[in-house]
């Protein structure tokens, strides 16, 4: 079984920056792309950012130019540095893997980010 166990997040002023972790432990070797998506109440979970084994990079237009995405593949980790925070990004931030060996993705319990205005 694979555990998505993330850390970071916390509550910062508009403008401010966090970094968000995941793990992916367990059986991880078939983890290919790893993403991170957020949550507001009341709607669906949109993806935020992914990136591939190989290093490929999407990102949600409303991240591009704040939000850097990047992966660990050796310990199967992916990061999301959050810089010029707005209080729309609000939300739970979830870790998602997608597991080949697994044949389905993996998702994390979540991390609350609470901007200020």
């Known amino acids: 079984q694979v555990e998505l166990v993330e850390s970071g997040g916390g509550l910062v002023q508009a403008g401010g920056s966090l970094s968000l972790s995941c793990v992916a432990s367990?059986?991880?070797?078939?983890?290919?792309?790893m993403s991170w998506y957020r949550q507001t109440p009341g709607n669906q979970r949109e993806l935020v950012s992914s990136?591939?084994?190989?290093?490929?990079?999407n990102y949600a237009d409303s991240v591009k130019g704040r939000f850097t995405t990047s992966r660990d593949n050796a310990k199967t980790a992916v990061y999301l540095q959050m810089n010029n925070l707005k209080p729309e990004d609000t939300g739970v931030y979830f870790c998602?893997?997608?597991?080949?060996?697994?044949?389905?993705?993996?998702w994390g319990r979540g991390t609350q980010v609470t901007v200020s205005s």
């Open positions: 367990g059986k991880n070797f078939g983890i290919t792309t």
């Open positions: 998602n893997a997608v597991d080949v060996a697994y044949g389905g993705r993996h």
């Open positions: 990136i591939t084994r190989a290093g490929k990079i």
